[in-house]
């Protein structure tokens, strides 16, 4: 079956900068869209950035100019560069992409990273 798992979150600095992965495995046959998304305490979870299969990407207001999604087909794992972090970046960051399996390869299905929290503070 189908996973995503997450990694590079952690606590750093305001200005500072964080890398987070985001790696699926199982019967994969392609990744189609990675998101992610982010949730602080007590708000709702929003979209943060999203990437294509092709590499286009689009970005919440909030983070444009700071964030940078990426994605490595090869290795089915996507990335979200941080960079000039604020407090109210902190949240739990997770990531949502849409797969296709082996055992089906017409129907994109949406699964759901177990998220990180990152935490920007001094």
């Known amino acids: 079956q189908v996973q995503l798992v997450e990694s590079g979150g952690g606590l750093v600095q305001p200005g500072g900068s964080l890398r987070l992965s985001c790696e699926a495995s199982?019967?994969?046959?392609?990744?189609?869209?990675v998101d992610w998304y982010r949730q602080a305490p007590g708000k709702e979870r929003v979209l943060v950035a999203t990437i294509t299969r092709g590499g286009n990407t689009n970005y919440a207001d909030s983070v444009k100019g700071r964030f940078t999604i990426s994605r490595d087909n090869a290795r089915n794992t996507a990335y979200l560069q941080m960079n000039s972090l604020k407090s109210d970046d902190t949240a739990v960051y997770y990531c949502?992409?849409?797969?296709?399996?082996?055992?089906?390869?017409?129907?994109?299905?949406?699964?759901w990273g177990q998220g990180t929290q990152v935490t920007v503070s001094s």
């Open positions: 949502h992409a849409g797969i296709s399996s082996l055992g089906d390869i017409v129907n994109v299905r949406a699964y």
């Open positions: 199982g019967s994969i046959y392609s990744i189609n869209y």
